[in-house]
């Protein structure tokens, strides 16, 4: 099952007992690459692109799921621990095969709940899977479950690119679970929040994003002299939580971005839906 990368743009953290009811309100998109799971005869091993890894949301998942004698093999077209997602597919896709196996009846909202659950006790996202489910440009209104989250039609979605440069690795946990950032998230977060359900178009969301990683001090110098370099596109910003750069522009502007860039992961919106 391929499930696609979500790049959140903002958001805000919320934190319960309840981990159905911890998650994030923020805004976010799906690219058309991400991460395809399929699960084999075997003993319980998880690869992701052919290397054995303790990957732990795959795991909280196969422990939690109680299933045995299953390899879980993951192969991703995007890097792990860049603020993509990739978690959150690995999530996803492996509730959905082993769901698959277990009651092919099986309510597809019972497969994303443990999908979440599985993020957010490894403290490796907190609304990517939400955004995968739904897919394409979504502002999740409300933290985990009952999901709440409002899909924007996007006119001409075809005519997007959503560029990909990866600077390095970010483990989400050493934000997410950190007090100070969690404060600076949660006081630019619900602000930006306010502003984008007044004017939410891709590009007002690239110009909230901007603001966000500026405010909260989550971008990097580099990132933010890579998107002052793009201000000709349709927006740049950092692909949150990593330390990734991610740029939407269409085919007038997509050869001066490549221009500006190293090592270009190019993209287009993926508008999928799991429900
Ligand atoms: N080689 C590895 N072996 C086991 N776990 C890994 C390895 N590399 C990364 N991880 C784990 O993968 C998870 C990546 O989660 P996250 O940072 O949210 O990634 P993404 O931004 O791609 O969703 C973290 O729990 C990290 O510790
Ligand atoms: C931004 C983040 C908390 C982490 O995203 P990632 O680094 O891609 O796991 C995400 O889960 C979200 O809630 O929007």
Redesign the pocket.
Known sequence: MFVP??ITGFFRIHREKDPLRTGSTGVGITVDKGVTTEVRSGEGRIY?ND?E?????TKEILNNMGIEGYDVIHKSQ?????????????ALGCAYELGRIMDPQMNKLELLKIAHIS?VR????LG?VMGQYFGGFTIRKKPGFPPDVKKINIKDKDRYYIVVEILG?????DVIEDPNWIEKINKVGDRLLKEILKNPTLENFMALSYIFVKETGLASEEILSLCEDLSFSRGASQ?M??DTLFVLCTDEEIKDVLSVLKNPIICRIYEGKYG
């Open positions: 990368g979500h992701f290397r890894m303790d990957l732990c949301p995007l890097p792990l621990g860049c603020g993509l997602g990739v978690s959150g597919g690995c993020e490894c403290g490796t996202g990517d690795k970010r483990e989400t946990r692909a939580l990593g």
